[in-house]
């Protein structure tokens, strides 16, 4: 029983375009969510994370979208730089109701492809 | 300042055996959390460790174990080794109760071949 599901395995854009990656969720109990980035041959790095007391946060070149009533995010990236291209994990926890602290449950991720 | 460290990088075990990697957190960080990432998967919590006990378990059997010493650092240990265990095996360290806006550091990985 998948809890984050990421949806679209690949997603490719050009260089200069808006990225949307997209990503479900299913247990309502989620307060937390982030998204994280990795690169082959390297662990995820953090790369923006939202509360669901929130319906946006934005970071230079990368927005994160909460819909809690559709149990629905996404992450923006704008402008799309070839070097953006990498696997993205979107993560969620419930933290915030309670939950166990260490437990982040990840997404099978999308590999993003920015093409110059 | 180092990052978060795990060895070895790659490992080859035969099914049966045990194995043991090992993760030193980052500079300032006090918990260990280590998580497997199959092939085509997302990472899965294991567990995580903070001033040296297991604070919290994923859905794991007892084959998976660990421990965190004082200076921090933690190793995971599978025992009875099975085919299914090849991932590549996670560490992230993070500050206790420090979660919300950063998340963890993770590491590069120890990428598991069992055959």
């Known amino acids: 029983d998948q809890q984050v599901k990421q949806n679209s395995p690949s997603l490719s854009v050009q260089e200069g375009r808006i990225s949307i990656l997209n990503c479900d969720y299913t247990?309502?109990?989620?307060?937390?969510f982030l998204w994280y980035k990795k690169y082959p041959a390297e662990g995820p790095t953090f790369l923006i994370s939202?509360?669901?007391i929130k319906d946006k946060n934005e970071d230079g070149r990368f927005t994160v979208f909460l819909n809690k009533s559709a149990k629905h995010l996404s992450l923006h990236i704008v402008p799309s730089q070839p070097g953006d291209s990498a696997v993205y994990f979107c993560?969620?926890?419930?933290w915030g109701n309670g939950g166990s602290q260490g437990n982040l449950i990840f997404g099978k991720g999308t590999k993003l492809s920015v093409k110059p | 300042d180092a990052g978060v460290t795990q060895s070895p990088t790659h490992l080859i075990k035969t099914r049966g055996q045990q194995v043991t990697l090992r993760c030193s957190p980052k500079?300032?960080?006090?918990?260990v959390s280590w998580y497997q990432q199959a092939l085509g998967q997302g990472p899965q919590f294991i567990f995580q460790?903070?001033?040296?006990?297991?604070?919290q378990r994923g859905n794991f059997p007892d084959r998976f174990s660990g421990h965190q010493f004082p200076n921090y650092s933690s190793e995971l240990n599978v025992n009875a080794l099975l085919l299914g265990d090849s991932a590549l095996y996670l560490c992230?360290?993070?500050?206790?109760?420090?979660?919300?806006?950063?998340?963890?550091?993770f590491g590069s990985g120890t990428r598991l071949t069992v055959v």
């Open positions: 993560a969620a926890s419930d």
């Open positions: 247990n309502s109990m989620f307060d937390y």
């Open positions: 939202i509360s669901s």
């Open positions: 500079s300032g960080h006090d918990t």
């Open positions: 460790y903070y001033e040296e006990e297991e604070r």
């Open positions: 992230a360290s993070s500050l206790f109760l420090a979660l919300t806006n950063y998340g963890y550091t």
